[in-house]
């Protein structure tokens, strides 16, 4: 009883050394292989919800690029004028999809530094987070529950409204959101937004026949509406195509983790097997040797 | 045919050297993009000649028209196609845009063929608008409820 006693303190004092017990890195393990299923999982909803966003981008893809011509047909070019910068900022509510809002967040913040009278509109909790410390007061409106469903027109109708509700004024207007150009790339792009002053101002309008000011403005109204739509269309997709690959790394190195991990627990393992064996086999030779 | 010819000399050289360099097509033609936000029913197409219905009364669209901006009132619009073909569709709202190189793009809010329409339930809806406006209270319901009239009694039109 003498020697047992003696031999379990050792045990104790070289278990609780480091990382090393088996209980620690099974613990660990469980957990990185719950992770890995999760992170799945995720992959593989973004692929369903990226299936569906890319189907209905296709299909707003004329709509959207029509919705521009005439202001490049027409050459309209930003008022001159001192009324300020309009941004909005096209992002979600939901994170985990690599550098879709923050790209977004890093344009905001040069341009407001670069320009302090500049408004954001803000489509999305995320870009809201990033900006709120430093730029609260260039923030005019946000947009939440944004991305958990597909947008629709109405949505962007909706957005418009409160736009033109809210009487913001600028001389420049741009849109800000990510253009999807394949399943693991996507491109941050500006869409140019114009003020009804510049579109009454521009060089090619005489050109256009039977135009009056309410014309002009049920225009650029609804064209507003239009080009949001077509700007939460492709954030959309990109969001779940960028989802979809970070998941999916995500999950990877989960694997080299439990790999790198299994690997340790199974040498760990068969260590505390040896040790014992040492003692047992050292105490069996210390009794022989004795006698 | 001598009609746009002289039309076109009307305007500016440039669009007429455009026209010089297609001379040997039959005539100039112009390129329609007919979308809603959830469909694409045509798309920088070429086509005879378009109506729609707007705000500032229905015209036709054939090419070499003056470049234009217009608001779409519902109603019907009907393409014209190259191989003579006609299609109806209605729409419930929107944009067209008549550019100075002929092309034109008719955004539509909602578009759906003619030929799917359910004349019964149109009707009903027209029935249901009414009654809206008889109960309306404030301007904005009022209004809104005249957009629904305005919008049935188009439909209803449109399936006759």
């Not at chain 1, 260039?138 to 109405?154: C, D, H, L, Q, S």
């Not at chain 2, 014209?80 to 002929?102: A, M, P, Q, R, W």
């Not at chain 2, 809104?144 to 305005?150: L, M, N, Q, R, T």
Request: glycine residues 4%.
């Amino acid at each position: 009883m003498f020697s047992r006693s003696a031999a379990i303190i050792p045990q104790c004092s070289q278990q609780v050394r480091g990382m090393a017990t088996l209980k620690m890195i099974s613990i660990r393990l469980k957990s990185v292989k719950n992770i890995q299923k999760i992170t799945q999982s995720m992959k593989m909803v973004s692929a369903a919800k990226y299936t569906k966003a890319e189907r209905e981008l296709k299909l707003a893809r004329p709509y959207g690029i029509g919705a521009q011509e005439f202001y490049k047909k027409a050459e309209v070019k930003d008022e001159e004028g001192e009324k300020g910068q309009l941004i909005i900022a096209v992002s979600s509510d939901r994170g985990l999809c690599g550098a879709v809002h923050s790209s977004i967040g890093r344009i905001v913040k040069n341009d407001i530094a670069a320009n302090p009278n500049t408004k954001v509109v803000i489509v999305g909790d995320k870009v809201r987070n990033i900006l709120q410390r430093l730029y609260a007061k260039n923030i005019a409106m946000v947009v939440t529950e944004v991305g958990r469903k597909p947008a629709v027109f109405g949505d962007a109708a909706l957005i418009a409204q409160s736009i033109i509700n809210s009487g913001i004024e600028f001389s420049k207007g741009k849109i800000l959101f990510n253009a999807f150009r394949t399943v693991v790339s996507f491109r941050t792009t500006e869409m140019p937004l114009y003020s009804q002053n510049a579109v009454a101002n521009a060089s090619k309008l005489p050109v256009y026949d039977s135009l009056d000011s309410d014309v002009i403005q049920s225009y650029t109204e609804f064209s507003l509406a239009s080009l949001l739509f077509y700007s939460m269309k492709e954030n959309a997709t990109s969001e779940q195509s960028s989802r979809m690959t970070a998941m999916d790394n995500a999950s990877k190195n989960a694997g080299e983790m439990i790999d790198k991990l299994t690997m340790t627990f199974n040498r760990t393992r068969q260590a505390v097997i040896t040790r014992e064996l040492i003692e047992i086999i050292s105490g069996a030779a210390a009794l022989e040797t004795k006698n | 045919m001598a009609l746009t010819r002289s039309a076109l000399r009307l305007f500016s050289g440039r669009f007429t050297q455009a026209c010089q360099v297609r001379g040997y097509a039959d005539a100039p033609s112009m390129s329609l993009t007919f979308a809603a936000p959830s469909q694409v029913l045509y798309n920088n197409i070429s086509v005879k000649q378009v109506d729609v219905p707007s705000f500032s009364g229905s015209f036709g669209i054939l090419p070499a028209h003056v470049p234009t901006l217009a608001v779409l009132k519902p109603g019907v619009v009907t393409v014209f196609e190259n191989d003579g073909s006609t299609k109806k569709f209605f729409v419930s709202s929107g944009t067209v845009t008549i550019n100075e190189d002929s092309t034109v793009q008719l955004l539509a809010e909602e578009a759906v063929p003619v030929d799917t329409l359910d004349i019964s339930a149109a009707r009903e809806l027209l029935a249901q608008s009414q009654s809206q406006l008889a109960s309306a209270s404030s301007d904005v319901a009022k209004a809104e409820a005249e957009i629904s009239i305005e919008v049935s009694e188009a439909l209803v039109k449109a399936c006759e």
